[in-house]
Structure formats: structure tokens, C-alpha cells
């Protein structure tokens, strides 16, 4: 299906339920597994060469960081950054502002909030703009392209991007 506008505005695309559901779900996937600590669920995010740029959200918090390319290094990299936190990730405001019948590109916005395993009393709360762009992989979407911009951001941004004083590995 091609971008079709409904309704005589060319901002309402005829995004079908199942795929807008399955496109969504791409994100659900990408915040639910971290929280959850899911390998598995958390791979299922993405296609084998995803690119992941969280590098401005990174620049705001004085932290220069890569660009994650490929499925293992985004998996691998954002699981041991967080494997010593608890998050909580929400996602909301899905609009699928191009959408093909296979690729589509959404926009969305994200809160995550991450805090020291076992300590509590510090904090980093971040709410980022999300640009993705995702693939029909058959029964379900994958994430090819996230950019994140951030929004606003409040607490310790050493929690995030430096090793606690307990932890056992690199952040």
C-alpha cells in the first residue's frame, strides 16, 4: 500500500490495524526489554544491521559516544550499560508518518527513567524524541534506523554514563 491520505489531509495515512499494531510493537520490544532484562526480547527490536544514534542525546548529558551499527553491537553495547540499572521505559505518541506496506517511519517519544540497582536515591530521567525507521520482517517489524534527540532531562547523568562505585563492569 502506498502513502494514502484519508479523509482529504495529507497528514492521516491508511496505515492497516495489524501493521500499525506490529509497527508499535517494534518499540514496545526495543523499552520492554531492557526493563525486563529480555536478550532476547530486546534483539527482536532490530534487523541484523540496524543503526541506533544516540549520540546528541549523549552530547547534551557531555558524553561522546558512537553510533551503534549492527543488531549485536546495539544489543551487546545497551545491555551491559544498563545491566547494573533499573529502567523503566515508556513510549508513546506512535505516528507512522510514511508507511509502504514493508518500510514505514514513525515517530515517537520516549521516557526512560534509570536508576542504580540498589540505590535508588540517584537517578536519570530522559525524554527523548524518537525518529525510527522500520522493515516488515513477515509476522512482525524491526527497528533499521533509531535517532534520538532529547527533549528535556533531569538527575545524574553519571548514573548512565559512568560506573557506579559498585559495579563490577563498564558503563
Known amino acids: 500500500m502506498a502513502m494514502v491520505p484519508t479523509q482529504g489531509k495529507a497528514h492521516f495515512l491508511a496505515v492497516p490495524t495489524e501493521d500499525f499494531t506490529a509497527i508499535v510493537d517494534a518499540l514496545y520490544r526495543f523499552g520492554a526489554g531492557q526493563d525486563l532484562r529480555d ?6 527490536a ?12 549523549a552530547a547534551k548529558l557531555g558524553v561522546t559516544i558512537p553510533v551503534f551499527e549492527g543488531r549485536q ?21 506512535p505516528r507512522v508518518k510514511h508507511y509502504d ?9 520516549i521516557e526512560a527513567q534509570h536508576l542504580p540497582r540498589g540505590d535508588h536515591s540517584r537517578h536519570l530521567l530522559l ?8 522493515a516488515s520482517a513477515g509476522d512482525h517489524w524491526v527497528i533499521e534506523r533509531m535517532h534520538f534527540e532529547n527533549a528535556w532531562r533531569v538527575g545524574d547523568a553519571d ?13
Open 46 to 57: 532490530f534487523a541484523a544491521d540496524a543503526v541506533l544514534d544516540f549520540t546528541a542525546v
Open 159 to 171: 548514573v548512565l554514563f559512568k560506573p557506579s562505585v559498585t559495579s563490577a563492569g563498564p558503563v
Open 101 to 109: 506496506g514493508s518500510r514505514a517511519t514513525l515517530f515517537a517519544l
Open 73 to 93: 553491537a546495539i544489543v551487546d553495547t545497551i545491555l551491559t550499560t544498563t545491566g547494573i540499572l533499573d529502567t523503566t521505559h515508556s513510549i508513546t505518541n
Open 39 to 44: 536478550r532476547q526480547l530486546f534483539e527482536s
Open 127 to 134: 525524554k527523548n524524541v524518537l525518529d525510527v525507521d522500520l
